[in-house]
């Protein structure tokens, strides 16, 4: 098993973060990959991956400004965190102690 969010505390019951230098371990006969900051390992071709993936979404926003782009792309208007002054991002705003506020409702 491979798991990718182990940077965020890993998304199997039997995960634990490893390093690039002791990288594997087995639970009850299964392999296990948890190492942090996976993308490390190929830095050139994980910026490429990473600007490929994001592209799109910076010329979104370039092209029509964060408030047009968000009411037109869904994807776009999950990732805003904060606007206005408020955070929008119930998660991040229960983990802060911080009001939360729907971004929709500040367009």
């Not at 969010?5 to 973060?17: L, N, R």
């Not at 990959?33 to 910026?47: E, I, L, Q």
């Amino acid at each position: 098993m491979v798991d990718v969010a182990i940077d965020q505390g890993g998304c199997f019951e039997t995960s634990k973060v490893t390093t690039h230098t002791d990288p594997i371990y087995f639970v009850d006969g299964v392999l296990h990959y948890c190492v942090a900051n996976m993308p490390a390992a190929v830095p050139h071709t994980s910026t490429f991956g990473l600007t490929n993936a994001t592209f799109p979404y910076v010329l979104e926003l370039a092209n029509k400004g964060l408030q047009k782009a968000c009411e037109e792309h869904y994807g776009l208007r999950q990732g805003v965190n904060t606007y206005g002054g408020y955070v929008t991002y119930r998660a991040v705003a229960e983990s802060q102690g911080r009001e939360h506020r729907e971004f929709v409702s500040l367009l």
